[in-house]
Every structure is written in structure tokens, then in C-alpha cells.
């Protein structure tokens, strides 16, 4: 009797075992953070891992693209829209137990902010002229001029809120507020991060997630089948998707990015100097054979440098249709009836080698010769973007709203107009919604007008996900694998 | 025997100083600079500067070079760019996954050679000498990449006995982590086995005609006898100098099998660090393999003298 009582109960705890769902995850990331500080790298790998995980900022961004609270609970904005007042959560922890006050505020601000910061998106914080505490739950920021998007810069993972205490080692050991907190790091292996306790907000579902990098599309590929993954955030390998379309097992997102992927141009040098022969260049592209060639069908054709998911889009693609005769036609014009040859450099994503092998080709058919290297990362910065030492280039602009690039006259393509800097500086201290708009697609004509680059399409993200494996974010409004709302179904 | 050594030892230590030269020449001329890499394309340059200031990129190349090897001698890597911390922390963790990789590789390498190397030799032209001899053309032939994928395809999806990939950690228990090892091992010893055991053939067939292994059978040894007690040890002069140039290539040309099997091993480390311009893991990573390498070379010169007492003299 005794006996049948201990294996009905040993029966009932493995059963019970298998009913009680999943608490833990474990997510395939093609690149590994160099390291866990947010505001000293622009490798998106690092935001990918501890954005909202680990540290949070005074606002956040939501998994549409919106500026929601973060560790601000409030703010009001002065009537001439140059003071913040943030009014913080209460009783909000770092991870290493200590209290979250307007001093921490204070001090994170100051340092991305300051002459030797090596934050990589400094001007975020450039319209700030002073950060004070007013009492421990409230800050005032001070801007030298009103922001219109202040708000949304105090979302990105560059602006998110430090201690200290803390930031000496922040870079292996991260401490922020984050529902996860920091548990292991197997370098070249893996992250983990593990369930906040004293979380102010509500309590994750998931107790622990581990972030695997693979960086081989095939190894990916087989992590996933093995089932060694339970999702991959960014698939690199597009080719099988439709065979993890076709298999229950398994989910395929295909989201939007802020990735605007140009094919730019150097505006500065011969003939490019000629708008004639950027607009011909631009006609010369078939969107769409790009897309389905080079990323296998997911993205989508853009006309300017701006997302096609923001309400403030406007579809310009028709500027530039796809013509190749109006194209030659253009370049006879601007005196070039036989072509010219230049060259045309790609970094390593595949968007760039397999659209650039393509655009290759259809520059060929007006008559554009192009001399094709390929580079690395470290190269192309060297010779394309710090250099000028480039006709055409192919690179995905993943930062969100950054059409204010092209207000940069030294910046790598070269794109000098007065009248679209003087928009690009009414529009930062414009705070009417409505004339933010306006002025927003003002600019997005401006640049399409002009064929500054050869507009290509907006990329997708493209993720894996166990079919049972609940709220891992569609989209990718910032580089974060946001995985508070993760769950599994039963 | 002694003075051999310390002849060794001589040309090691200049080879080492002329490898750091090399090294270091070769690293700081690559274009690219670790600095604006990290920032991104949306940085400003004066925060670019403030980057380089930080990483000591500023500082002349001879001062530089200096306090690199002035490191080296004690010990001291280095600070990494990208991950900042220690490059001998970085690189020891990388080290208890690669050097038990390629020690578990060379094993297999041996313990498959060696017999099927003696067996076709000692039946040369028979079945079996034809059978080996057409197997081992096909492991030196197919790509070791080729072969990896298609053991995940069988193990790893199929029959699911195996990880895809990763490493668990040693902490996870000897078994598990050898067991995550099992199927890279592989991979990388099948071609090196078969090169071996062509070589270890060949070398025992050389042996085998010589006339003192003659005298041997006409004292009235038998076959087995004489191939035991002369004409292996013998047979293994080529045999020792393809296992060292073997044991070096699996620590530091494990690249590709490791990016396979997503593995966190040294050879992943460096080209991670080669392409986001971390120079100073590079040098030291390459310093230390050239290292590696000089001291394979110098006990299977050591290895020589023991299997062949001629050598000795001569040095």
C-alpha cells in the first residue's frame, strides 16, 4: 500500500511537472554585446540584451514605436517648452538593493552629456543645459532651446538610467532596474539573466532567459531544428523561412525595423554632384527585385529616409519609379549618353552583398559601370564614412527618426542644403504636433526631391518563435528583445 | 642532448621576438579603427576622440609597441577595446574550450591513424591497403565544414543525440562538456586522421625496405617482432612533424568548426576581434598561438633526438 502511495506520488509530481508551464527561455541572437553598457556603444547587440530587461530610462518605448512612462511616472513641460519636470516612481530598487533617486537622474545625464562622454548617441543629449534634483522623486531638465522630441530621445537605450555606485563595473557587471537582473555572461556563448524580485512594476512570467549567440546562418539554423533554441530574434538566414512557415513547431514574425536601407550615394563627387544623374541612378533600381532577390520578399519599398509604419510617413517611391529608358535618357542630359563607372562599396549584412550584386545589374542596363568591394565594418568606416573614398554604398540606417543625418553637411554622403537644415532646426524646437507633421513631411520631400541617396527599402526583421512562446515583440521600434511580456502557453 | 636543447631554445626565443614585430607591424597597418567601430555611424567625431583618448589610440606606435611587449614578457595582456576587461581573462576562458578541443581531436587523430596507418602498410596492396587508401583520399578531400553540417543534419535534427552546438561549461559536469565536444572533435580530426594515416603508411613502407630491417628478419625475428622494435620507431620522424604542425593547426584553425557549432573557443575569438578591430586581443591572441606553435616545434624537435639518437649530435 505504501508502496502504491509513493508511486502514485512520484506519478502526480512528474505529471504535475509537465503541466506547469515553462518559466524559462532561452533566445538565439545573431551578434554578441562587446559589453552590457548601453551608453558607451552603439552595438545594437548590447540594447538587444539589457533594453528594458536590465535598464530602463525615464521613458520607454512600447512594442508600437509609442513613448510610454518609464521610471518617470509624470512630467509636466514648462508653457515655453524649455524645463522637464520629471516626477519619478517611488520606491524603485537598482539590483544591487540600493534606492533609485533624482540624483541617479542627475548623474546619468551629466555623464552622457559631458565633455568625455563616450556616449554613441551624444546628441540626444546635446539641447540639455542643465539636470537638477529637485527633491529625491523629481528632476528638472533644463534645454537650451525647446525639443519636440525630448521625450522620445529619453526612451533609447543610450539614455537609460545609471547609478554610481555601480558604474565602474557596469560594463561586465550591469545594475540597473530593469524586471531582470544580470546573472551570468559565458562570453562567446551566452547571457543570462534572471527574474527580478523587487521589481516595482509587474513581475515577469519568465524566472530566467538566456541570450545565445550564433552568428553562422547554418548553426542557427540547426539550433533551432535541434530545438537548443526557443527563438531566434533576427533570423539570419531568410532562405528558410518558408520551410519554418511550413512546420508547426514554429512561428515566422516578420516585423517592421527602423532600418532604412539606402543605397547612398556621394553627393560631393563626379557626376553625382548633378541631381540628373542621382534621380537617373534612382530610376535605374527596381525596388522589388531587390527586395524579393536580396531579402527573399520581406521588406518594404520606401521613397524617402523615413519608416513606413510612422504615421507621419508620406509614400514618395513614385519619385524615383522604376524606368531604366527615362533613366539613360537623364544621364544623356547630364552628359553622360555612354554612362560612367564607379565604384560601389559593401559592408558584410547580406542586405548589402546580395542587393548590391543585383543593383549592380541594373545600373549596368543605363549604362553604369560599377566596381564592386566588398568590406568589412571596420573598412567601410575608414574609407566610406570617415574617407568619402566612395561612389555608391549600401547600408541600413537602423536608428529611429534619424532623417536629421541629412542636416549634417560633412556627413558621409555629403548632403549640403541650407533650406533643409533650417527645417531640420525649426522642427527640434518645434513642439505642435501638428506642425511637427508638417514640417516632418516637408522633410521627407525635401530629401526625395533631391535623390540625395537611392531610397530602397525599409527592413524587415524577420524572428523564429516556438509556436507555444507568447509576446516577443513583432516589431523592432528600438534594438530590444523586450522580454517582460514573454510568456509560454500552457 | 643538452646542448642540442639549448640551441633549440636560442632560435625559439628569436623567432619569438621577430614574430612580435611582425605581429604588431601587420595589426597596426590593417585600416580600420577600433574607435569609431564601437560608436557607430551616428557618433559625433569629437566623441570618437574622447574614445581613442580613453584607449590609449593616441599614443605613438614605438611607445605603443614597447609597453605591448614590456606587457607580454610579465605577463599582462592587456585590456580588450570592445569587451574592457583583461585580455588574459578573455583568452584563458577561451583556452579551457580550445585546448581541450584540439587535444581531444589529436587523440582521435592518433588512436585512428596509427592502426589503420600500420594496417595498410604492413598488407600493402591487399584489400584493406586499397580500401584505407580510398577512404582517406575522401577524408582529406571532404571539408571539414561540410562534414560538420552534415553530422548536425544527422545527430543534431535527425536523431537529435547531440547538440547543435554550444558549450554547456565544465561546470555542467566532465560528460555533458565532452559530450558537446564530441561532434566538433570529430569534424576536426577525420581529415587530419586521414592525412596521417597516409603519412604513417608511407613511412612504415620507407622503413620497412631498408636493409637493417632485413638483417632483423635474417637474425630471425619475426614480422611482428621487427616491426615493433625497429621499424616503428623509426617510421615516426615524419609522423611526430605532422602531429606537432596538427596539434597547432586544431588550437588555432579550429575557426570555421567553431563558428559551426557556435563553440566559444579561441578561434572565434579572434575573428570576432579581427572584425570589430579589437587589436590588442588580435596581437596577443596571435602572439600566444605563434607562442604555441614555436613550443610545439621545439618538443617535437626534443621528440627527434628521443626517437633518433642521430639527431642529437648534429643540432
Redesign the interface.
Known sequence: MKRTLTLTTALALIAGGAWAAKTDVTIGLQL?P??LDPTS???GAIDQVVYSNVFEGLTRFGPDGSVNPGLAESWEISEDGTTYTFKLRSGVKFHDGTDLDAGDVVFSLDRARA?????????LFAGISGVEAADDTTVKVMLSAPQGNFLFNMAWGDAVIVAPESIENI??NPIGTGAFTFADW?????ITISRNPNYWGDAPALEEATF?????P??AF??M????IDAFYGYPAPENLAQFEADPRFNVLAGNTEGETILAINNKMEPFDDVKVRKAVSMAIDRQAIIDGAMFGYGTPIGTHFAPHNPDYVDLTANAPFDPAAAKALLAEAGYPDGFSTTLKLP?PSYARRGGEIIAAQLREIGIETEISNL????W???A??GYDYGLTI?S?T?PM?IG?YARPEY?FQYDNADFQTLINDLSVENDPATRSDLLKKAQTIISEDYVNGFLFQLALTSVVDAKLNGIWENAPTQAVDLTGVSWSE | MLRYAVKRLGSLAVSLIVASLVIFACIEVV????A?????????PD?VE??R??LGLNKPLVERYFSWVGGLVTGDLGTSY????PVSE?VS??LVISIPLALFALSLTVLIAFPVGVLAATRRGSFTDVTVMGATQLGVAIPNFWFA?LM??VF??NL?WF?????P?WDAGFLVAMKALTLPAVALALPQASILARVMRSSLLDTLSEDYIRSARAKGLTTRQTLWRHALRNALIPVLTIIGLQFSFLLAGAIIIE???????LG??VF?A????DLIVVESVVMLLVFAVIVVNFLVDLAYAWVDPRLRGRA
Open positions: 554578441e562587446p559589453h556603444a552603439a552595438a565633455e568625455e562622454s563616450t556616449n554613441a548617441q551624444k546628441a560594463k561586465t559565458k562570453q562567446g556563448d551566452s545565445k549567440f550564433i552568428s553562422e547554418t548553426a540547426g539550433a531544428m535541434a530545438g537548443d558584410p568589412e565594418w571596420a573598412q568606416l575608414e574609407q564614412f570617415r547600408v540606417h536608428e534619424d543625418i558621409y | 585600416p580600420g579603427d577600433p569609431s567601430f564601437m560608436l557607430g555611424i551616428n557618433a559625433q566623441t574622447a574614445l583618448n580613453e570592445t569587451y574592457r576587461s578573455i576562458e577561451r553540417l548536425v543534419l543534431a535534427i537529435r547538440s547543435a552546438g554550444g558549450f561549461g563558428n559551426v557549432f557556435f563553440l566559444p573557443g572565434r575569438l570576432q579581427i572584425s570589430q578591430r
